[in-house]
């Protein structure tokens, strides 16, 4: 070969030699961005986390001031006032970190739901509970027979099939997606049987305690709004003439609550529920990311 050719052969090469390099550079570059917009989201959701937890223990502590508990729980109490698209520099009470952090959090008066706690017997399916699910069940416009179907499933619950939350009757047969997100807003899944809520319960949820119509429910909770109950008895007395469903449990206090959060934090998002008793401690029973 002359000593042109070799010239060329060693111009292509030393191309060939670049363009490699350049593309390996470029790969490692690659590689290392990955990885750091990787641990850089590890840190928004530790931080997210560490955020969440703080506003979970503001929320225990409304819950927990003896001041605001009382005898009586109401849709009046500071604990229902929602946090709505609180800055977090706000919360934090110093310079956030991410400029356009939110927070939104709301508490639920669990016991304002159905129980499905309750559905469960001594010997099995408590027939009462059962009934007065069903008839929740016929105010929503699901089908009534899924009511001894899903006792079934509570009282018969085993590790196999641990009924620990509403999405875990997804196994039972005729609930579907659609009749879960119908049932959210009104069932709960406690960790032991409880009474109704009077003051904070859906007309839907009060036709579980009371032999009356859905538009009878929703005029209670009109005059409700007017003045809560102060007690059992000034509940009965104000029904008109209905009678209370048997073997179905009311009160007008409180002592499970859920809360729920929404975190943004720059490119981050954290939604969480939590589970609290209200007791001496305000204690947190469980917490899970949605």
């Not at 030699?17 to 928004?44: N, Y």
């Not at 703080?54 to 001031?65: E, I, M, S, Y």
């Not at 956030?96 to 010997?123: K, M, S, T």
């Not at 006792?151 to 875990?168: F, K, N, P, T």
Request: with cysteine; hydrophobic share 45%.
């Amino acid at each position: 070969m002359n000593t042109a050719g070799q010239r060329g052969v060693a111009v292509v090469t030393a191309l060939l030699l670049t363009a490699l390099s350049v593309t390996l550079v470029t790969g490692i570059f690659w590689q290392q961005q990955i990885l750091v917009r990787g641990m850089e989201g590890q840190r928004l959701h530790l931080q997210g986390k560490l955020i969440a937890r703080a506003a979970l223990d503001a929320a225990r502590v409304t819950l927990l001031d003896p001041a605001r508990q009382g005898n009586v729980t109401t849709l009046d109490g500071d604990w229902a006032v929602p946090l709505v698209e609180l800055r977090l520099d706000r919360f934090l009470g110093q310079e956030a970190e991410q400029g356009d952090g939110r927070l939104e959090q709301h508490i639920v008066d669990a016991q304002g739901c159905f129980n499905l706690r309750n559905l469960a017997g001594a010997n099995g399916i408590d027939l009462f509970q059962a009934t007065a699910f069903a008839r929740l069940l016929a105010a929503l416009k699901l089908d009534t027979a899924l009511a001894y179907r899903i006792a079934g499933a509570v009282a018969g619950s085993s590790r196999q099939m641990a009924i620990e939350q509403l999405d875990d009757l997804g196994g039972v047969a005729g609930v579907s997606a659609d009749v879960l997100e119908r049932m959210r807003d009104f069932v709960v899944v406690l960790p032991a049987p409880t009474a109704v809520n009077v003051n904070t319960a859906s007309p839907e949820v009060l036709t579980t305690v009371v032999n009356f119509s859905l538009r009878d429910a929703r005029e209670l909770v009109a005059r409700r709004r007017q003045a809560h109950f102060k007690g059992a008895s000034d509940f009965a007395f104000r029904l008109n003439d209905k009678e209370t469903l048997e073997g179905v449990n009311y009160q007008v206090s409180s002592d499970y609550f859920l809360v729920h959060s929404t975190l943004t934090l720059a490119r981050a998002s954290l939604r969480t529920q939590a589970l609290v008793r209200r007791s001496s401690d305000a204690s947190l029973l469980w917490i899970r990311e949605e």
